[in-house]
């Protein structure tokens, strides 16, 4: 861990305190007129160890994908997701896709990635490799899908940071989405995942 990565995760309380009040601490749920979701059943991600998975091998479980970086005010983050992962892992999948999109926060290669979140933050949900997430001709698949209302039937919204989350229910529908200043360990988030 860096002396950056050590400062930012001493003050990740302080961080998430202070943006709660900004608009990176948005929650939007699928409104009831929303158009008939299309579950991403053909969408294949490519894990960091170079395995691939079809998104829809984790219907039945509600599946939350994050958009991350290890060297950013949201990365304490990680040890809230592994928490949620060790809680509700039997009705959850947590899936991590780290990404340098927002001002380089994430330099490492998929190994360096992986081993930062199991040193430090004792991560066992699985990582994507790392991709991109903002709009343009090289997202990431799934998150084109999850920023794309003809696809998902409401959520036009992309990343705004690192750490924003999106919540699928067990059919693959996209129910919601939470700004990086949502705790994954929020009560409105458990409450989704409980629902």
Known sequence: MTIRQRILKSIYPLVMKLSRKSDKGMIALKPKSAAANKPPADLKLTLSNGKEEALNSYLGKKVLLVNTASDCGYTGQFAELQKLHELYGIKLQIIGFPSNDFKEQEKADDKAISEFCQVNFGVTFPLAKKSVVLKNVGQNPVF????????NGWNSQEPVWNFSKYLLNEQGELIA??????????AEVKKLIES
């Open 144 to 151: 084109r899908w999850l920023s794309n209302p003809s696809e």
């Open 177 to 186: 989405s939470f700004g990086p200043a949502i705790s994954p360990e929020d």
